[in-house]
Every structure is written in structure tokens, then in C-alpha cells.
């Protein structure tokens, strides 16, 4: 079973948070975490000020969250139950909600407000926390949070693992498949990639689960999704509607994070070389491919000479 790691004051859990119901139960409630942001194949650095251009980029969900999504799915399909989506930004983040909708969520809800702006992961996952408790008092406790491992944005992989500890959610990260969930044992089985291979990890209900991408392909919405998503309304909940007293632990205020500067890495002038392996075997192509490594660093040959006779 996964370890909980202890609270300390810097990570506080909500002072409002619901008790997540640990009894049995037949059928599900998951909540998944989705964010909106700027599609990464047209983000542009401005050359003077060093900051991302957002202005004219189209917005996506971030294809991480994509994944976790479908695995909710997958999971309501299974045990029954609904399929809550959470969002953090601003009023235009409504396009990402719709979108949820039509691939079959059954609630949206947008955590906007301008107590949110600048924040950063820290501030993020407090903010994103409380909602998931008015959630849980809203519409019944979660029995999984779902994320995405991070986002193309960011790229820290923090949020996750951040509300996790918030609401004392057993955190199981970088998953890649759920092998099995018992409902009256209140426990659940999933496989977890690490560095050394594939581990298989069993733990208790409820729990946060961030899923690794290229694990499943998300579904095409009915008609009928499409069409519920069309004019169902989108919660819109500012920082009182999910409870937040604290509002120093949002924003600006509530982020200890600075980015000093954005830049796009200058590209170099020498140009990559092409070796020919028309005709030749493998051997060949790997002598090539070595003594052009010797050829364009010298030193390198003599070093390894060096090492050798020692």
C-alpha cells in the first residue's frame, strides 16, 4: 500500500473539508482534473519582453488530461456511477468544459475568479482542493481524483500529487492501467510504470490517481452528448461558491514560485550529419558513425584511450 505522507502547516488540509465516505458502495463518483491551455505547437516567445505570446493561440485540453478523462470513463462504464469535470481558469475555459461534456462527462464545473490569477502550482492545488471538498459536499464524496501526469505548459507534474496531499488522498502516479476496483472492500489494483520497470500497486479507496499518457484513446461523444452539452449549464464557481476562506493562499499572494524569464532556446549554426547506410551493414554503419564522433571531437578518442590503459 502506497505511504501517506504526514501534513505540516505549509500544506494544510481544507478546514472544510469533507470526511470522504469510506463506506461501501455500488456505484461511483470521480472527479477529474482538466486544464485549458495554449495549443504548444503554435506558442511563441516574444523576442523582447521573453514571455509567451497567448494572443491569436487556439486553446486545447492538455492531452495529458485527455487520457485521465477516458480512464474515468472507462471506470464509470464499468461500476456505474458520474463523472465530475474540474477546471481552474478563466471564463473562456467554458470552451474546455463544453468540450468534457461532449465527450460524456456528466457535471462541468469552472473555478473562476480573479483571486486565482498568478497562481502557481502551490496556490493552484489549494484552490483546486477546496473545490474537490465543496464537491464532495455538493455531490457526493469522490471515490478517485483523476489528473493527467502534467500539463504542456507548465510540465511540473505538481498539481496532482499537490491536492493529493491536501486531501490526504492516497496518490498513485504516473498509472498506467487500472487492473481492478472492489467497492465493498473499498480498495483498487493498478499498474504504475517506474524506471525499472512495471510495479503493481494495491490501495485504499479514496485515492488520486495521475495517469501517463498513450494509455488509452479518447472516446468519440454520441449525438446525444453533444447535444446535452450544448445546453447544459456550466457551474461556475467563483472562491466563496467553493468555500475558500483563505484567499491569501490564492493568486499572486498564495504563490512563492517566480519565473524570472521565458525564452525559446537559441538554435545552432552546425547542422546535423547525415551518414549514408544504403548497401552497408551494421558494423559499417556503426564505424561510420564513430569515427565521426572522433572526427568532430578530437579529444574525445584520446580520453577513452587514457581510461582504457589505466
Known sequence: MPNVVGTNSAWSKPKRQSTFDREPKTIMHIVVCIKQVPDSAQIRVHPITNTIMRQGVPTIINPYDLFALE???????????????????????????????????????????????????????????????????????????????????????????GIAKRLDLQQLTYITKIASIDLHAREITVERRSEGGTQMLKSKLPCLITMLEGVNTIRRGSLDDALRAARSPILKWSAADAGIEELANCGLRGSPTVVKRVFAPTPRAQKATQIDTTDKTVGHVADEVVASIFTNQPALEGELSSDGSA
Open 71 to 161: 480512464e474515468a470513463f472507462k471506470v464509470r462504464d464499468c461500476h456505474g456511477g458520474a463523472v465530475t469535470v474540474l477546471t481552474m481558469g478563466p471564463p473562456m475555459a467554458e470552451q474546455a468544459m463544453r468540450k468534457a461534456l461532449t465527450y460524456g462527462a456528466d457535471r462541468a464545473i469552472l473555478l473562476t475568479d480573479r483571486h486565482f490569477a498568478g497562481s502557481d502550482t502551490l496556490a493552484t492545488s489549494f484552490a483546486i482542493s477546496q473545490a474537490i471538498a465543496k464537491i464532495g459536499d455538493s455531490f457526493g464524496a469522490p471515490d478517485i481524483v483523476f489528473t493527467g501526469k502534467q500539463t504542456i505548459d507548465g510540465d511540473t507534474a505538481q498539481v496532482g500529487p
